[in-house]
């Protein structure tokens, strides 16, 4: 509610958002643009607010881009959780903790929004050592032939 009655969306509210730089004595971009938050006198501790991923997207007062980038998250997140799954050596434990985590990141998307490639990073990562150390337990050698 608090992004869908801002009065100033549009691209340039979109660009500032995603400059925003992580810092623990500032207060975060939402709190200080689009909300009144109590956050902003409070000394010595790092409080923030997040619009989730639906106010993030609507930051540019377009309903269209919206639904689209929605969509495309969606079936974004999908994939990821299959490959988490397939390269993940099947594991559904593993594959709901990640799914988890991404539609944690998601809900509470918004602040310091251009770091989020650490954490997909960091994903794509696990799951890369995990296959190939599942390749090097399982590998089996070739039978001899014996002449």
């Keep these: ?10 691209w340039d509210l979109w660009r500032e958002a995603w400059q925003e730089k ?32 639906i106010g993030f997207l609507f930051y540019l007062g377009s309903y269209s881009f919206l639904f689209v980038c929605m969509v495309l998250i969606s079936l974004g997140a999908s994939c990821l959780e299959i490959f988490i799954y397939k390269f993940g050596g099947k594991n559904i434990i593993l594959c709901s903790l990640l799914a988890q985590v991404i539609a944690y990141r998601l809900a509470s998307f918004g602040y310091v929004p251009a770091q989020s490639y650490l954490l997909f990073g960091t994903i794509f990562l696990n799951i890369l050592i995990i296959y190939i150390m599942e390749k090097i337990l399982y590998m089996r050698p070739k039978p001899r032939k014996i002449v």
């Design 22 to 53: 992580y810092s623990e004595n500032i207060t975060s971009f939402y709190d200080i643009k689009l909300i009144n938050s109590h956050y902003q006198y409070v000394k010595n501790h790092h409080y923030i607010n997040t619009p989730g991923i």
């Design 1 to 10: 509610m608090s992004v869908s009655s801002y009065p100033n969306k549009g």
